[in-house]
């Protein structure tokens, strides 16, 4: 997961993941109403291992595997807030985001001129159409490539040409992301 998608998903989360590997089977649990049998279809393994999982007794206690690990991150993200997540995705595209970001930017400029590709920070109000297009592009399956010839179409048009007032024709490099944060509302 990319520095794109990654901010996507903290901004349609208003609480954070649980942390633990036993807070996750936690609620994993909560979610499927206390069966350890319904949690263990969910990973792939058997019923008594969750059981041995989530027992309280030292001795018959045992931590799951990091290949668990991963089934049991993935299965909670999948489930976590999933209406609070479909309301700020449908805020995020009627409505917009602000996007933060530090990356390389740069233009195509002779050698010492101030446009040479440098970091910047950047923070942008972007509209919802650009919102759209991402989360169709992440449905989609695209990558973090495609993800960040959106945000550079989107911010060259929003930050450096102010929405088609100034630079006409002006073309924008954005790579090297180092920090992609969204908020939505």
Same mark, same amino acid.
């Given at each position: 997961?990319g ?8 901004a ?9 590997t036993g807070?996750?089977l936690?609620?994993l ?21 969750v ?7 030292p ?5 799951? =595997?990091?290949?668990?690990?991963r089934?049991?991150?993935e299965?909670?993200l ?22 933060h970001?530090?990356?390389?930017f740069?233009f195509?400029a002779?050698?010492g001129?101030?446009?040479?590709p440098?970091?910047?920070w950047?923070t942008?109000?972007?509209p919802?159409e650009?919102a759209?297009e991402?989360?169709a592009a992440?449905d989609? =399956? ?6 960040t010839?959106?945000?550079a179409r989107?911010?060259g048009?929003?930050y450096f ?9 002006l073309n924008?490099?954005?790579?090297d992301v180092?920090f992609a944060?969204f908020?939505i509302?």
């Amino acid at each position: 997961m990319g520095q794109i998608e990654q901010g996507l998903e903290r901004a349609l989360r208003t609480r954070p993941v649980p942390s633990s590997t036993g807070a996750r089977l936690r609620f994993l649990l909560a979610a499927h109403r206390g069966s350890t049998r319904q949690v263990a279809a969910v990973l792939g393994v058997s019923q008594r291992t969750v059981q041995r999982w989530v027992t309280g007794k030292p001795g018959a206690r045992r931590p799951p =595997g990091p290949t668990q690990v991963r089934a049991i991150e993935e299965a909670v993200l999948a489930r976590w807030q999933p209406r609070v997540r479909a309301r700020r995705r449908a805020q995020a595209e009627a409505e917009g985001f602000v996007f933060h970001t530090r990356a390389r930017f740069g233009f195509a400029a002779s050698a010492g001129s101030s446009d040479d590709p440098r970091v910047r920070w950047i923070t942008q109000d972007l509209p919802g159409e650009v919102a759209r297009e991402l989360f169709a592009a992440r449905d989609a =399956g695209a990558g973090e490539q495609q993800q960040t010839v959106i945000l550079a179409r989107a911010l060259g048009h929003a930050y450096f040409r102010e929405w088609g007032r100034r630079a006409h024709g002006l073309n924008i490099a954005f790579s090297d992301v180092e920090f992609a944060d969204f908020s939505i509302g």
